[in-house]
């Protein structure tokens, strides 16, 4: 089974700031990798596709890159609205597989 | 507006069984897969299962093959998931979501039901 291991854990930083999150894929997962934001209490939410496609409706500030085994999400300038926790999902035809979450903190 | 609204949780013993429903609306259900994903307590997201829009084909993780079943009914725009088995660490919230046919990830998501499993 493939693993998916996203860096760091837990991230604090101010509004403004220009945030990026890894994630790992323990073999090449191509660029079939998704990232999703959840705030407490709340269901998902999708922002990324194919590693880079930005799903309709989220804002530009959002961006995700890579292909293979590695993968970034980065938010330009962190906005008040953007701390929560951050999830990238490899995905296929038959199955998903979620990374432990990174929680992105005020400082 | 699409929407998603699960029903079926709650307490159950070990070795028990439950039955998740999701109802969807706003848009046309056969057309699109769909999918369960859990979320224990204080802890990450899992995904459980997935189904094909016809429902000829179902998809399961490894920790719940065997003992859990994903079906839908598209004449009732209802999905459904059959949970046999059940452990302490099946307990979660667990959550229906639809796979975009653009994105083919969960593009819109219930606000999930809680099951229990505890003696």
């Known amino acids: 089974d493939i693993q998916m291991t996203q860096s760091p854990s837990t991230l604090s930083a101010s509004v403004g700031d220009r945030v990026t999150i890894t994630c790992r894929a323990s073999q090449s997962i191509s660029a079939l990798l998704a990232w999703y934001q959840q705030k407490p209490g709340k269901a998902p939410k999708l922002l990324i596709y194919k590693a880079s496609s930005l799903e309709s409706g989220v804002p530009s500030r959002f961006s995700g890159s890579g292909s293979g085994t590695e993968f970034t999400l980065t938010i330009s300038s962190l906005q008040p609205d953007d701390f929560a926790t951050y999830y990238c999902?490899?995905?296929?035809?038959?199955?998903?597989?979620f990374g432990q979450g990174t929680k992105v903190e005020i400082k | 507006e699409v929407q998603l609204l699960e029903s079926g949780g709650g307490w159950v013993q070990p070795g028990g069984s439950l039955r998740l429903s999701c109802a969807a609306s706003?848009?046309?259900?056969?057309?699109?897969?769909m999918g369960w994903v859990r979320q224990a307590p204080g802890k990450g997201l899992e995904w459980v299962s997935s189904?094909?829009?016809?429902?000829?084909?179902?998809f399961y993780a490894n920790s719940v093959k065997g003992r859990f079943t994903m079906s839908r009914d598209n004449s009732k725009n209802t999905l459904y998931l059959e949970m046999n088995s059940l452990r302490d660490e099946d307990t979660a919230l667990y959550y229906c979501a639809r796979i975009g046919l653009t994105s083919a990830n969960f593009d819109y998501w219930g606000q999930g039901t809680l099951v229990t499993v505890s003696s």
């Open positions: 706003a848009y046309t259900f056969s057309t699109y897969a």
């Open positions: 999902q490899h995905y296929n035809s038959y199955s998903r597989t």
């Open positions: 189904i094909s829009g016809s429902g000829g084909a179902t």
